[in-house]
């Protein structure tokens, strides 16, 4: 039987990828940060386990619950926006968002990527458009493209570390999610959809890659 495993599974874009790994008749292990999610995971078919990524002994117990797994998908999707105004951040605001969406994933990573490259399986990060240096058309939400830079760096660190995993950044377009807003053109279902297309059909490479939900690649 596969195995997906989902870092940040409570609502959203990760919630709709158990759903749909699920359907699917994978095994699905997925993580949340609060009791009741992680029963509401469990009571969907999932094995569940509760994970605030920004708790540094939370992320080593993972560690030791996932030993024996080789997840044929792993996909880190947790991750926050923070703060809708730009201008000059306060140091809340940064390290709430660099801790999540960074410091999180430098502990992470080195975590998964060797159960993944033991499956030849599949790594992704939940990065976005927005934090693309050589793609970038604009510069709001100035401290979230930050971050999600400096998560594709982490990323493409992991990649030469780990060759046997093909490690992959995601832009998941712009959903209609409690980030992306009710105003967003894309439905939770169809970029989760689209997620899983591409990473089923991308080839094995020891090479990351940037892709769009529909499989476009992006610029690093």
Same mark, same amino acid.
């Given at each position: 039987m596969a195995l997906a495993l989902i870092i940040g599974a409570s609502r959203g874009i990760g919630l709709?990828?158990? @759903? %749909?790994?699920? =359907? *699917?008749?994978? @095994?699905?292990? !997925? #993580?949340?940060?609060?009791?009741?999610?992680?029963? &509401?995971?469990? $009571? &969907?078919?999932a094995e569940a386990h509760r994970l605030d990524v920004t708790n540094v002994e939370a992320v080593a117990g993972l560690g030791w619950t996932l030993d024996s797994e080789a997840?044929? /998908? !792993?996909?880190?999707?947790?991750?926050?926006?923070?703060? @809708?105004?730009? $201008?000059?951040? #306060? %140091?809340? *605001?940064?390290?709430?968002? &660099?801790? #999540?969406?960074?410091?999180? =994933? &430098?502990?992470?990573?080195?975590?998964? !990527?060797?159960?993944?490259?033991a499956a030849g399986g599949k790594l992704a990060v939940m990065s976005s458009r927005m934090g693309?240096?050589?793609? @970038? *058309? $604009?510069?709001?939400?100035?401290l979230y493209r930050?971050?999600?830079?400096?998560?594709?760096?982490?990323? /493409?660190? #992991?990649?030469? %570390?780990f060759a046997g995993a093909t490690c992959v950044a995601l832009h998941p377009g712009w959903v209609r999610t409690d980030m992306g807003g009710a105003g967003a053109t894309l439905a939770v279902e169809d970029s989760a959809r689209g997620i899983r297309r /591409?990473?089923?059909?991308l080839p094995a490479s020891e090479h990351p890659v940037y892709r769009d939900y529909d499989g476009t690649p992006i610029g690093w």
């Open positions: 709709e990828l158990v @759903r %749909q790994y699920l =359907a *699917d008749g994978w @095994r699905v292990i !997925a #993580t949340a940060r609060k009791k009741e999610d992680v029963a &509401m995971l469990a $009571g &969907m078919g997840p044929d /998908v !792993a996909i880190l999707n947790a991750g926050i926006y923070g703060p @809708r105004s730009d $201008g000059f951040p #306060t %140091q809340m *605001d940064f390290d709430a968002v &660099m801790h #999540t969406n960074v410091l999180a =994933a &430098m502990r992470l990573l080195p975590i998964i !990527a060797p159960l993944v490259s693309s240096l050589s793609e @970038r *058309d $604009g510069s709001g939400g100035s930050a971050s999600k830079a400096a998560l594709n760096s982490v990323l /493409v660190d #992991t990649a030469h %570390q /591409v990473l089923a059909e």
